[in-house]
């Protein structure tokens, strides 16, 4: 989207309440449950953690770091964090490339999920209590859209954690034109993902290795970071095992791309 396109979106009634809304569930959460905001780094969290820090100045903002992330991301956070005066901390309890050098494939085991999410989570919470904002958004998916709605953005799990998502309604419109003007820089990832032309909902600011989608992360590194994913297929080149199947949908789709 366009500068003029996003100034005009953010000066609509509609996208002025969506951030009057936040800005009151995200004040409400943080002085009940206190906790952090989780930040990856993608747009949605990147906002949630900027209306955290002007409710509440000096909530924690807390990265999980896993040890695969886009060579972008760390260097955006530390930047980012550092130009808005936040109080952030990237948080690591395990390395995934370990687990790939062990051999271990990427798969939904606990392994995988300690490493990535709560391993992190669980040093978070133990030093900054039970709260926890994110940026999952109902127009992301189906399933995420079931969760927000039934529980309209707030949630206390089973484990205790207090979850908000202040921004469960917004539009991917709205994201940008509240990054926009609040002049608050879009992680490079992005840019990145555009110009070797993976679709817009595929964009995530996320791993380069994780539990899922492999073959598709890996199409997708080899695009855009194609030196990154020659290393990679150098150490682990059980990480390719579906090359030839990629391949051939390249061929397919070259007329999108």
Known sequence: MDDETLTLHSHTLGFLRRVAAAM???????????????????????????????VRPGTPVVTYVAGTE??????????????????????????VTDLLDQGVRPASDGVWWDVMIAGPARVAHGLHGRGLLWGLRAD??????????????????????ATCAPLWRWRTVDVLAYLHAH???????????????MPV??????????RRRMEERMRWLQRGWPDVHAAYGARWPFLLDSAPEIAARDNSDSRET
């Open 70 to 95: 886009y060579p972008e991301v760390l260097p955006y956070c530390r930047r980012v964090a550092a130009a808005e005066g936040w109080r952030w901390e990237a948080i690591q309890t395990g390395d």
């Open 201 to 210: 909902e595929l964009r995530r600011v996320g791993r380069i290795v994780g």
């Open 140 to 161: 992301e998916s189906a399933t995420r859209a079931a969760m927000l709605h039934s529980t309209r953005g707030e949630h206390v799990r089973a484990d205790g954690v």
């Open 24 to 54: 009151d569930m995200t004040r409400s959460h943080v002085d009940a449950h206190g906790g952090y905001v989780a930040w990856s780094g993608g747009k949605d969290s990147t906002v949630v953690a900027h209306l955290a820090c002007r």
């Open 183 to 197: 002049r608050v820089e879009l992680c490079p990832v992005y840019e990145r993902m555009a110009e070797v032309g």
